[in-house]
């Protein structure tokens, strides 16, 4: 837990992070080569993901948003007003202010590693809310925060939008809950979206739209690679690919390689054979009854439960 304001990440004398170092080269001398999806989102990531949202194919982001924007009175009503809404991950540009409007908050403190991105989003937020007390906190927010002295006496509501609980494994997603719980404290309220189960060919759609954006998502991790850590991957010899793992219920990100290669990053030398992937992100898809044991095994009691429309999204409201 920080609230110096310190930026977190760590890098070497010549600017290399050194998270990402050490994740690369582990992962890639797996046997099943893997990264964690987190370094996906570097600027140009981050941009993808944006431009992501934006595809056909891609449902979540459109089906959290109906019912953020359908179902405010009901929020309303179930969790009261003047509450601290503690966003884990810094607002995104329209989910935030649906619900901010919908609950009439006593302040907004949004929890992010990414100190520039959380210093901006803030920054955007309260010229939208004047009189709303915000308070950004650059923090990791996978372990207990320390909130602001500011919010202590407010009643609390975490807010965990876009079904991002879905990108960890269960027992990484039970460590992530069990911190909320230990960072907001007990009778606190949590709001969280979680994406469900569907046919399989729209979930792979999802996850591999036509127009490649996707796919350029993907790439942009070996050229992230390439270019921060001195790699030579040869990108054009690899393709992204979506999988649906039926048994642990989630979509898998790979790129796969097209042909045999072999390239260095940071001096060391590794090598695919053809049809070898590297595993790149996990999206977890849920049922109203897995949803609900993932949450309780985290210590949060479910208590209300929305889908949009066409039944493709749920946000859950959960008690501690
Ligand atoms: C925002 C992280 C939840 O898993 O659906 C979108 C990321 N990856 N397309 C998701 C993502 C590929 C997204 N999350």
């Known amino acids: 837990t920080t609230d ?3 930026a977190l990440v760590d890098r070497d004398e010549e600017g290399v992070d050194r998270a990402f170092r050490a994740d690369v080269l582990a992962g890639l001398a797996q046997s099943q080569k893997a990264i964690p999806a987190r370094w996906l989102y570097d600027d140009a990531g981050s941009q993808l993901f944006e431009d992501i949202t934006q595809v056909a194919e891609y449902y979540p982001t459109r089906a959290e948003t109906e019912i953020l924007d359908a179902r405010g009175q009901e929020f309303a009503a179930a969790v009261g007003t003047g509450r601290a809404v503690v966003e884990f991950g810094s607002g995104s540009s329209v989910k935030t202010p649906l619900l901010l409007t919908a609950i009439d908050p006593g302040a907004y403190v949004p929890l992010d590693i990414a100190g520039d991105f959380l210093r901006e989003s803030s920054a955007a937020l309260a010229a939208k809310f004047p009189g709303l007390p915000v308070h950004p906190v650059e923090a990791d927010f996978m372990r207990e925060v320390a909130l602001p002295d500011a919010v202590s006496d407010m009643p609390k509501l975490g807010f965990f939008p876009g079904s991002t609980i879905g ?8 460590d992530l809950l069990r911190a909320m719980f230990a960072t907001l404290g007990r009778g606190s309220k949590l709001l969280i979206g979680m994406d469900l ?7 792979r759609a999802a996850y591999d739209d ?3 954006v996707t ?7 070996a050229r992230r690679i390439n270019r921060e850590l001195g790699g030579d991957i040869p990108v054009d010899a690899l393709r992204h690919e979506a999988r649906w793992d039926d048994n642990l219920a989630r979509i898998e990100m790979h790129l796969v390689a097209k042909r045999d290669i072999a390239f260095t990053v940071c001096g060391q030398e590794f090598s695919m054979a053809e049809g070898e992937s590297i595993h790149t992100e996990n999206s977890h898809k849920f ?6 044991a993932l949450l309780l095994a985290g210590g949060w009691t479910p208590q209300m439960r929305w889908k949009d429309a066409e039944g493709r999204f749920s946000v859950i409201l959960a008690e501690a």
């Open 4 to 6: 110096t304001g310190l």
């Open 167 to 174: 990108n960890m494994v269960p027992r990484s997603a039970v």
């Open 197 to 203: 189960i569907k046919d399989e060919a729209v979930l």
């Open 210 to 212: 036509a127009a490649g």
């Open 215 to 221: 796919g350029e998502f993907n790439l942009n991790l």
């Open 287 to 292: 049922s109203r009854r897995s949803s609900y």
